[in-house]
């Protein structure tokens, strides 16, 4: 597989987008091409990460991350352990320092970590040796998320520069939308957040985004909208009054895309609550990627895991 070898990343582990620079971002798609070609060939498997232990600590639920990093660090034929907090000695009053180093002391060489507190990664980042890849780290960043995204938008439009992508919904808990803001920025896309203003942040603009409280009004600005999910779990007051509410006036359905008459792409980071922020109807359509989205999530957290483990 003609991968360049001089190629590096200009950092050590993945804790943000925002440690990324325009050329990381390149050099991530050009890789995850070079994988997706792999991963549609009968044997999917590579020997690039034969001689690595790779830890994936999960100490908050997942489904497509999860499953997508396992999948691609065995397709690069590393070996995996997976840790989960439920059913770990942090019951027992462990520290995640503690665990960690212990897990390490067995001569593991990477570590994948989502985490609910903001910031889990960082802090990691500054107390053990091995580059750490950030899955998740509650209302912060989930960088490959963010990679996924971009990478399958560019698919279907080419390159971002200069497109008009919308994030809609509850920006104020995602780490999605963090994520996904920085990284389009940076391929020089236009960026638009839509969603009731008790869950956009104040400080959004300064991040330089546009913001809307119209979903028709977005719908029919962007090329491609990012539908995001009410993240009940991370709210302890109310921001609207109820999912009823909320799918009346920023659910995106047959109806409103019908209004805005145009072949706009929709993504959705999963996991999708039909029939509050995205109908079925619109989620199972043929301007839907989302299984997409998944699909390409191996082959970018592929192209992580290579670029980081390849850096001396
Ligand atoms: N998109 C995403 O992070 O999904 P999971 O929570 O299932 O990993």
């Given amino acids: ?29 050009q890789t995850t091409e070079q994988f997706k070609e792999v991963l549609n060939r009968p044997i999917k498997k590579v020997p690039s990460l034969r001689d690595l232990t790779i830890a994936n600590l999960f100490f908050e639920n997942s489904t497509r991350t999860r499953i997508s990093f396992e999948l691609a660090e065995k397709r690069l034929s590393a070996d995996v352990v997976n840790f989960s907090a439920a059913s770990s000695s942090l019951k027992k009053g462990e520290t995640l320092l503690d665990t960690v180093n212990n897990i390490l002391s067995m001569k593991v060489d990477m570590v994948v970590m989502r985490h609910p507190a903001p910031g889990a990664c960082v802090f990691l980042s500054n107390h053990i040796n091995v580059p750490i890849i950030n899955a998740g780290d ?45 990284c389009l920025k940076k391929l020089g896309a236009e960026v638009e ?26 719908l029919n600005w962007c090329d491609a909208a990012n539908i995001l999910r009410i993240q009940l779990e991370r709210q302890s007051t109310r921001y609207f009054p109820s999912l009823r509410e909320y799918a009346t006036y920023y659910g995106v359905n047959k109806q409103v895309l019908t209004k805005v008459n145009k072949d706009l792409i929709i993504l959705h980071p999963g996991p999708i609550n039909r029939g509050v922020e995205i109908t079925s ?15 390409n999530g191996v082959a970018v957290r592929m192209a992580v895991l290579y670029l980081l483990a390849s850096k001396p």
């Avoid at 960088?143 to 497109?163: M, N, R, V």
């Avoid at 956009?200 to 300064?206: R, V």
């Avoid at 109807?281 to 699909?295: G, H, K, R, T, Y």
């Fill in 138 to 182: 509650g209302t912060h960043e989930h960088p490959t998320q963010a990679l996924l995204d971009a990478f399958s938008i560019q698919e279907k439009l080419g390159d971002l520069a200069g497109k008009k992508i919308a994030i809609i919904g509850d920006i104020l808990h995602s780490r999605v939308a963090l994520s996904n803001i920085l």
């Fill in 281 to 295: 109807e619109v989620a199972d359509s043929p301007n839907a990627i989302i299984l997409d989205q998944v699909e």
């Fill in 193 to 218: 957040v839509c969603g009731p203003p008790t869950l956009i942040p104040n400080y959004i603009s300064s991040l330089g985004v546009s913001v809307s409280y119209s979903l028709e009004n977005t």
């Fill in 1 to 29: 597989m003609p991968i360049d070898k001089e190629a590096q990343l200009s950092t050590k582990s993945l804790l943000g987008i925002k440690d990324l620079t325009k050329q990381d971002l390149k050099l991530i798609f």
